[in-house]
T-cell receptor, first 111, second 112 residues
Framework: GAGVSQSPSNKVTEKGKDVELRCDPI?????LYWYRQSLGQGLEFLIY????????KSGLPSDRFSAERTGGSVSTLTIQRTQQEDSAVYLC?????????FGSGTRLTVV | GENVEQHPSTLSVQEGDSAVIKCTYS??????FPWYKQELGKGPQLIID?????GEKKDQRIAVTLNKTAKHFSLHITETQPEDSAVYFC???????????FGTGTRLTIIP
């Protein structure tokens, strides 16, 4: 497609459940990023994939968070044993030697 | 690592007036400075960017200026319109690294 696609757009889950968020980057973009944005706040870096290099996981807030990128394309962000403080919009972006293109995000609500 | 500060956090201007948002960065190796606009319920969108080999770039009502010596850059919006109301983020990176460091955002409100 022409842009970065994220699914689902909204997710409500019970505390303690696991969730998976998906990102389809722009075809050919070698870099993929996950950010978290709490209500009215800035962009919190989570993880960065660049080609075949080891991912930069320095922003992951705890070991309950993990991400993978299969075949250099689609990425999945997994949050295990969700907590209420995980409620936020999770944004994915991709790039290729330039500015990011962001998806519309997944709004996660943990109840 | 890089640290980007952004001011002001909120800004209200009358329709038709100009708006200016300022950012400073800490890493002198940074050489790429994009600006993003985020409308309610959407992801941020790139609106303009500048590389360190130029001091100013314009695109219609939007301009960005860069002062490498002082390590600051600014977004200027002229003849503001209601559709300019949004949150704006500045960012910086070393272009070869690609990973951006974002400012904390400015909520711009245009008053009709």
């Amino acid at each position: 497609g022409a842009g970065v696609s994220q699914s689902p757009s909204n997710k409500v889950t019970e505390k303690g459940k696991d969730v998976e968020l998906r990102c389809d980057p722009i075809s050919g973009h070698t870099a993929l990023y996950w950010y978290r944005q709490s209500l009215g706040q800035g962009l919190e870096f989570l993880i960065y994939f660049q080609g075949n290099s080891a991912p930069d996981k320095s922003g992951l807030p705890s070991d309950r968070f993990s991400a993978e990128r299969t075949g250099g394309s689609v990425s999945t962000l997994t949050i295990q044993r969700t907590q209420q403080e995980d409620s936020a919009v999770y944004l994915c972006a991709s790039s290729s030697l330039g500015g990011y293109t962001f998806g519309s995000g997944t709004r996660l609500t943990v109840v | 690592g890089e640290n980007v500060e952004q001011h002001p956090s909120t800004l209200s201007v009358q329709e038709g007036d100009s708006a200016v948002i300022k950012c400073t960065y800490s890493d002198s190796a940074s050489n790429y400075f994009p600006w993003y606009k985020q409308e309610l319920g959407k992801g941020p969108q790139l609106i303009i960017d500048i590389r360190s080999n130029v001091g100013e770039k314009k695109d219609q009502r939007i301009a960005v200026t860069l002062n490498k010596t002082a390590k600051h850059f600014s977004l200027h919006i002229t003849e503001t319109q209601p559709e300019d109301s949004a949150v704006y983020f500045c960012a910086a990176s070393n272009f070869g690294n690609e990973k951006l460091t974002f400012g904390t955002g400015t909520r711009l409100t245009i008053i009709p």
